[in-house]
Protein backbone atom coordinates (compact mmCIF):
# COMPACT_ATOMS: atom_id res chain seq x y z
CA UNK A 1 0.00 0.00 0.00
CA UNK A 2 2.70 2.65 0.86
CA UNK A 3 4.30 1.35 -2.62
CA UNK A 4 1.11 2.72 -4.09
CA UNK A 5 0.86 5.68 -2.72
CA UNK A 6 4.89 6.61 -3.35
CA UNK A 7 4.49 5.92 -7.11
CA UNK A 8 0.97 8.10 -7.33
CA UNK A 9 3.12 11.09 -5.45
CA UNK A 10 6.24 10.26 -7.98
CA UNK A 11 3.70 10.69 -10.78
CA UNK A 12 1.63 13.87 -9.94
CA UNK A 13 5.01 15.78 -9.02
CA UNK A 14 6.09 14.17 -12.94
CA UNK A 15 3.19 15.56 -14.26
CA UNK A 16 3.07 18.69 -11.97
CA UNK A 17 7.21 18.82 -13.71
CA UNK A 18 6.04 18.70 -17.47
CA UNK A 19 3.44 21.20 -16.87
CA UNK A 20 5.62 23.79 -15.65
CA UNK A 21 8.26 23.17 -18.87
CA UNK A 22 5.65 23.20 -21.26
CA UNK A 23 4.46 26.43 -19.66
CA UNK A 24 7.74 27.89 -19.59
CA UNK A 25 8.38 26.31 -23.69
CA UNK A 26 5.34 28.33 -24.50
CA UNK A 27 6.51 31.45 -22.71
CA UNK A 28 9.48 31.35 -24.51
CA UNK A 29 7.97 31.01 -27.65
CA UNK A 30 5.88 33.78 -27.67
CA UNK A 31 8.64 35.44 -26.60
CA UNK A 32 10.62 34.43 -29.50
CA UNK A 33 7.57 35.51 -31.48
CA UNK A 34 7.33 39.36 -29.79
CA UNK A 35 10.64 40.03 -30.73
CA UNK A 36 10.24 38.85 -34.16
CA UNK A 37 7.47 41.04 -34.39
CA UNK A 38 9.32 44.22 -32.81
CA UNK A 39 12.41 43.26 -35.33
CA UNK A 40 10.05 43.13 -38.11
CA UNK A 41 8.07 46.17 -37.58
CA UNK A 42 11.15 48.43 -36.93
CA UNK A 43 12.84 46.95 -40.11
CA UNK A 44 10.27 47.84 -41.71
CA UNK A 45 9.44 51.41 -40.72
CA UNK A 46 12.87 51.96 -41.28
CA UNK A 47 12.43 51.10 -44.97
CA UNK A 48 9.29 53.09 -44.93
CA UNK A 49 9.25 56.21 -42.97
CA UNK A 50 12.52 57.74 -44.56
CA UNK A 51 13.70 60.36 -42.71
CA UNK A 52 16.99 62.37 -43.84
CA UNK A 53 19.73 62.50 -41.86
CA UNK A 54 20.17 66.38 -41.28
CA UNK A 55 17.41 68.92 -39.87
CA UNK A 56 15.34 71.38 -42.21
CA UNK A 57 17.88 74.18 -42.74
CA UNK A 58 20.46 72.89 -41.34
CA UNK A 59 21.70 70.69 -43.96
CA UNK A 60 24.61 69.89 -45.42
CA UNK A 61 25.88 69.71 -49.03
CA UNK A 62 27.90 66.83 -50.16
CA UNK A 63 29.81 66.11 -53.07
CA UNK A 64 29.88 62.60 -54.83
CA UNK A 65 31.34 60.56 -57.45
CA UNK A 66 29.39 57.64 -58.97
CA UNK A 67 29.55 55.43 -61.27
CA UNK A 68 26.60 53.82 -63.48
CA UNK A 69 26.43 49.90 -62.54
CA UNK A 70 27.10 50.40 -58.91
CA UNK A 71 25.85 47.17 -56.58
CA UNK A 72 23.16 48.52 -53.71
CA UNK A 73 25.73 47.61 -51.33
CA UNK A 74 28.63 50.04 -52.56
CA UNK A 75 26.52 53.07 -53.37
CA UNK A 76 25.07 52.69 -49.74
CA UNK A 77 28.70 52.66 -47.85
CA UNK A 78 29.51 55.70 -50.45
CA UNK A 79 26.16 57.49 -49.06
CA UNK A 80 27.16 56.25 -45.45
CA UNK A 81 30.66 57.05 -45.59
CA UNK A 82 29.66 60.96 -46.82
CA UNK A 83 27.15 61.40 -44.00
CA UNK A 84 24.27 61.32 -46.63
CA UNK A 85 22.37 58.10 -44.96
CA UNK A 86 22.85 56.61 -41.05
CA UNK A 87 20.52 53.66 -41.53
CA UNK A 88 21.94 50.30 -42.08
CA UNK A 89 22.94 48.77 -45.30
CA UNK A 90 20.56 46.39 -45.36
CA UNK A 91 17.36 48.85 -44.61
CA UNK A 92 19.50 50.75 -47.63
CA UNK A 93 19.24 47.88 -50.19
CA UNK A 94 15.96 47.80 -49.81
CA UNK A 95 15.05 50.83 -50.01
CA UNK A 96 17.56 51.27 -53.43
CA UNK A 97 15.80 48.02 -54.81
CA UNK A 98 12.22 48.66 -53.91
CA UNK A 99 12.75 51.99 -55.36
CA UNK A 100 11.77 52.83 -59.31
CA UNK A 101 15.42 53.92 -59.61
CA UNK A 102 17.40 50.05 -58.79
CA UNK A 103 19.60 49.67 -61.81
CA UNK A 104 19.54 53.23 -63.36
CA UNK A 105 22.18 54.89 -61.38
CA UNK A 106 24.11 57.30 -63.88
CA UNK A 107 27.92 57.97 -63.54
CA UNK A 108 28.56 61.49 -62.20
CA UNK A 109 29.68 64.01 -59.85
CA UNK A 110 26.39 65.01 -57.58
CA UNK A 111 25.46 67.29 -54.89
CA UNK A 112 23.52 65.77 -52.52
CA UNK A 113 22.24 67.29 -49.02
CA UNK A 114 21.72 65.27 -45.55
CA UNK A 115 17.79 66.98 -45.78
CA UNK A 116 16.92 64.99 -48.46
CA UNK A 117 15.71 61.44 -47.73
CA UNK A 118 16.95 58.42 -49.82
CA UNK A 119 14.63 58.60 -52.28
CA UNK A 120 15.21 61.83 -53.45
CA UNK A 121 18.84 61.48 -53.44
CA UNK A 122 18.07 58.15 -55.89
CA UNK A 123 15.74 60.33 -57.94
CA UNK A 124 19.47 62.88 -58.34
CA UNK A 125 21.38 59.83 -58.94
CA UNK A 126 19.31 58.60 -61.61
CA UNK A 127 19.46 62.01 -63.02
CA UNK A 128 15.52 62.32 -63.54
CA UNK A 129 15.99 65.73 -60.86
CA UNK A 130 19.11 67.41 -62.15
CA UNK A 131 18.03 71.25 -60.43
CA UNK A 132 21.07 72.37 -58.61
CA UNK A 133 23.18 69.82 -60.51
CA UNK A 134 26.45 70.44 -61.84
CA UNK A 135 25.94 70.73 -65.65
CA UNK A 136 27.87 67.72 -67.26
CA UNK A 137 29.77 69.64 -69.88
Same mark, same amino acid.
Given at each position: MSRKKS????????AGAKGVVRLLLYICVILVILLA???? #???GHDVFAEEPVGLKGKGKEVTVQVRSGMEAKELGELLKKNGLIDESLLVFEV??????? #????QDGSYVLNTEQTVDEMLEILAGINT????SAE
Open positions: DVGYRAALAKTS #YQFQYRLSGY #YGGIEGQP
